[in-house]
């Protein structure tokens, strides 16, 4: 060994070296495998744990896991449980696509006039910040109990943030940029069209994903307290009858859908977050 | 070089004033004259916040031609409305995220012309790209660029249009010392190539004899004209000669001296009554 050069190898060959630094990545490999497994183990678990707790308890209390699988098959069978969860998903999808379609352009020309914003800013924070199920009194008072109900109810979670959102989108868009339309003789129309717009994209997709799940909330909510439609409706009436494993047949339905809303949520929000590609 | 006959820009006993948003009216400009030759670099310096940007302003049409008291004429024609004539160098570059370098230079003449560009347009938008250097970054995203490549972007955008004279706030103010004297260096060469005007606004002395024609000294706000230096050195020549280094020294010292005391006087004006 070189005399005056401090060894850092701990007197390995280059060979013994990358032999170790192979195994060191093989570890981390596996490592990351064994962690993208964890959640699937942590479902069949809790799986496993519901049908013994649920065997030892009134049935009453807990369905347990397949009692439920069997009384989804048989709602599957009778119709109801698809039926009610095409009720629910499209009330659901119509509200937070009106409450897109108003709501986004809503909150660009309130972020846009600041008079009309000082009208009713205040009236929208408050709406904003009271949850939707609070009106269900008024709105059935209002609206009777149907349809329409669950339609304005909904609508009013989805548009609420997307409003918020575009209007404080529209707000912070850098004032260089417009100044930089004005010198090179931008109209105002192609302002709006091509800076301000643009510029607010990222915020409606985080409104966006705010309003997905108010929504779901609003329109399980409201499903549960008004209706014998939907998921919520189903809930309520098996729930009210004790027959708990057809409760939780549409729950666990409004369970997976929830999970796949929230996700086509961070998709859109990942996607537009930036204006920037995705790294490769 | 000796700038030709045609005046591109010219302000005559321009004055303006603003109410800052807590109700202080502020005097910007007072009585500032200048005429700008078409091919001349005109260097304006003086102390921060004294409106040398609100100068620019004016002349890009920024500013609502009834805010100001005076005349402000780019090519002949005063100043309602944004001139065609001008580009712009914005201080913080002001590059749209959203847009790839090329598109970020295609910006200017997509605005200016109200519609889609044709193919000799775009043409025209790869030939700047080019001058600046940036050939291969066309599908670049600014936040992928380092601060030079963006500014060397935001000019390309600004001479996009052809345009007879640029305006430039402080452009090179985020560089470090070395990148900025090779980016004025190719500056000048950009200029002498396509024959533009400019005002660049600067706080640099050294920056402002070595690409201006003059060097406007402005003193504390509101700004007046305090004196026009000529810096007869030839462009090429620049800070290369001794004899060139000569002059910038002897005229560097006087730019100190007509500035040391309105440095204090601005500085004075901040302090707490």
Wanted: hydrophobic letters at 50%; charged letters at 20%; a positive charge.
């Amino acid at each position: 060994m070189a005399q005056s050069i401090v060894d850092t190898t701990g007197g390995l060959t280059a060979d013994a070296l990358a032999q170790s630094r192979l195994a060191r990545l093989a570890r981390g490999r596996r490592r990351r495998r064994i962690l993208r497994a964890l959640p699937w183990l942590s479902v069949v678990l809790l799986l496993v744990l519901w049908q013994i707790v649920g065997a030892s308890v009134n049935p009453i209390f807990l369905a347990t896991p397949t009692k439920v699988a069997q009384a989804t098959v048989d709602m599957i069978g009778t119709h109801e449980l698809l039926t009610n969860t095409w009720v629910t998903l499209w009330t659901f999808m119509v509200g937070l696509v009106l409450g897109v379609i108003v709501g986004a352009p809503l909150g660009m020309v309130l972020g846009r006039t600041p008079a009309a914003a000082a009208m009713v800013d205040v009236q929208v924070r408050i709406l904003y910040s009271i949850p939707v199920i609070a009106l269900f009194p008024l709105f059935i008072l209002w609206f009777g109990l149907g349809v329409k109900l669950r339609l304005i109810s909904i609508f009013l979670s989805a548009v609420l943030p997307i409003v918020i959102s575009a209007e404080s989108g529209v707000r912070s868009v850098d004032p260089t940029l417009i100044e930089l339309g004005h010198v090179y003789g931008a109209r105002r129309r192609e302002i709006f069209r091509k800076i301000v717009a643009p510029a607010t994209v990222p915020f409606l997709a985080s409104g966006f994903k705010i309003a997905i799940g108010r929504t779901i909330v609003t329109t399980i909510g409201i499903e549960l307290l008004t209706s014998q439609e939907g998921l919520g409706g189903l809930m309520s009436f098996y729930g009210n009858q004790l027959q708990t494993a057809q409760y939780f047949a549409p729950l666990v339905v409004a369970a997976v859908l929830s999970l796949l809303m929230y996700w086509v949520g961070d998709i859109v929000e990942r996607r537009f977050s930036a204006w920037r590609p995705a790294p490769a | 070089m000796t700038p030709s006959g045609s005046t591109v820009a010219r302000v005559e006993g321009l004055s303006y004033s603003y109410l800052r948003p807590d109700g202080v009216a502020l005097q910007a400009l007072d009585d500032v004259t200048l005429s700008v030759a078409a091919g001349e670099v005109v260097s304006v310096i003086g102390p921060s916040g004294c409106g040398k940007t609100t100068l620019l302003r004016i002349l890009s049409g920024l500013v609502p031609a009834s805010d100001i008291v005076g005349h402000a004429e780019v090519a002949g024609h005063p100043v309602l409305r944004p001139p065609a004539e001008i580009g712009y160098v914005f201080q913080h570059v002001g590059l749209v995220p959203w847009r790839t370098v090329r598109s970020n230079v295609e910006f200017s003449l997509e605005m200016r012309l109200h519609r889609a560009l044709h193919d000799d347009e775009r043409a025209r938008a790869r030939q700047m790209i080019e001058m600046v250097g940036l050939t291969g970054f066309e599908d670049y995203h600014p936040h992928q660029l380092s601060g030079g490549m963006q500014q060397r972007v935001g000019i390309a955008r600004a001479l996009a249009t052809d345009p007879s004279i640029l305006l430039m706030d402080e452009p090179f103010g985020a560089l470090d010392a070395q990148n900025r004297r090779l980016f004025q260096d190719e500056l000048l060469r950009w200029q002498q190539q396509r024959g533009f005007a400019a005002i660049v606004v600067t706080h640099d002395l050294e920056e402002a004899i070595h690409l201006g024609d003059r060097v406007v000294v402005m003193s504390a706000r509101p700004a007046r004209v305090l004196e026009i230096l000529h810096v007869d050195v030839d462009k090429r020549e620049r800070g290369r000669s001794s004899d060139a280094t000569a002059q910038y020294r002897a005229l560097q010292d006087r730019l100190w001296e007509v500035l040391l005391p309105e440095n204090e006087r601005s500085r004075a004006a901040l302090q707490p009554a």
